[in-house]
């Protein structure tokens, strides 16, 4: 049984995030919340030659919080962070392969806007 | 069915199953034709209007608060006061009655299973006036523990209030107030007591000579009323000691350049023109209340508890968090589902047209105490449930479990 929102590859990543984990000694280290619903992330980042060399995150939440930052920390790495900077909301909730509902717009962009509010 | 076709929302969502009673209750069509009929034959402001709309509309209005007294069977229609719901009830009685009294080192006694209304405003007199809060601890099996806190070690003379939920919002708990509440006020004469009633009052009679109280309060939306208004409780004499907390209109006695004198209880507590409509809808609710027997209620709501509590808990993989006995539970069912955030499994429960609530449910202390950090699944049921809608709850909860394969 597949569900539009709930695709294998959302529980794939949901089951097996990518880039999950702490980097031992990085650049920096972000913390964020959803405070609605309780979703916490915490993300640690390497910056080298002005691109985010590395990208690791932990965190409680929904499906769609870790699968949306698993995929997103997929995207970013090895990219420039003036590149980064100029991502936008949008542009990261069509980098998902589902459709996110309203409902959940503040689940699938923790990650992004922890990232962004640091970058 | 006996009770469903009362409310006219099932009519307009034939396959929905709402199962958030808890967080509001649906309305039935005498609720919704007696604001209607306000609008449209009654409306008028009230309080010194002489002309017979006028008079008409504070009939309604006064009318509700002695159904409202009678109800809850208080001594007086005067001892009602309308609020804008339970938070608003409590956060008055803190601000105009504890912040006054309350000395540093006084302790107030809540519980681990406290809504957040009932603990914040508590925190704020903490912060203010260096007061101690002790939580009655949850038991294994989901009751509060007042062997603990008689055993607790307190300076009797210190604890000036006991504030508790008359039944858990998330657990289902009723918390056997009647018994207890007597020991309570023997072991500390110093306390006052303040009871939520918010979970219980559309379920449950809630009898205020019968739970020796001080103050209670609770919300219209919750039994079957208007929502943005509800009802502080207190007797006579705390009312007469408390100062109001809006001052303006409605609320005086007489006003001049340099001085003002208040009405007494109840205008002093009601500054402002008030819900008028929503007012008079609760009054329609406590008829409907009333013509039901609120012990049919409980006896009918019994049978879906018993049903739930058969299935329910024994689902492999659902971590149910609430009494097994049906005795002194509501129709109130919390659970997580394996592994899933309660978040995805009621977005999935949404495809059947399953309505639950999923988080902390403003408890985010018991949530601790669960070790449940991302909240539960609730179901809360009210008297137009069915046992088919546990059976399609329990259908749904099968769908999470094979689309997260858990």
Partial sequence: MEDPLYREIILEHWQNPQNYGTIKSPDFKIEGSNPTCGDKITITVKIGAGKISDIKFTSEGCAISKASASLLTEKVKGMKLKDVRKLTEISALKALPIEITPARHNCALLMFRTIKEKL | MLYKKDFPIFKNNKQMVYL?????????????DAVNDFYTKNNSNIHRGLYDLAQRAEDLYEGTRKKVAEFINADSKNEIIFTGNTTESINLVTLRYFEKVLKKGDIVVISEMEH???IVPWLRLKEKLDIKIYYIPVTKDFLLDFDKLLKAGL???????ISLTHASNVLGTINPLE???PKLKSKFPNAK???DAAQSIPHIKVDVVNLQCDFLAFSSHKMFGPSGLGVLWAKTKLLNDMDPLFLGGHMIETVTKQKATFASSPQKFEAGTGKLEAVVGLGAAIDYINSLNIKNVQKYEDKLTKYALSKLPKIKNV???GS????????VFSFNIGSVHPHD???ILNRKQISVRAGHHCNQVLMEILNSPSGTIRASLSIYNTIDDIDKLIEGINMVKKIFKN
């Fill in chain 2, 319 to 321: 971590q149910f968090y």
């Fill in chain 2, 155 to 161: 300076d009797f003379k210190k604890v000036k209030l």
């Fill in chain 2, 179 to 181: 018994e207890i509440i």
């Fill in chain 2, 345 to 347: 499994a009621s977005e």
């Fill in chain 2, 193 to 195: 007591v303040l009871i």
């Fill in chain 2, 20 to 32: 958030d009673s808890a967080a509001t209750s649906q309305k039935p069509q005498v609720v919704v």
């Fill in chain 2, 324 to 331: 097994l006995s049906p005795k002194y539970r509501l129709p």
């Fill in chain 2, 116 to 118: 957040h209304s009932n």
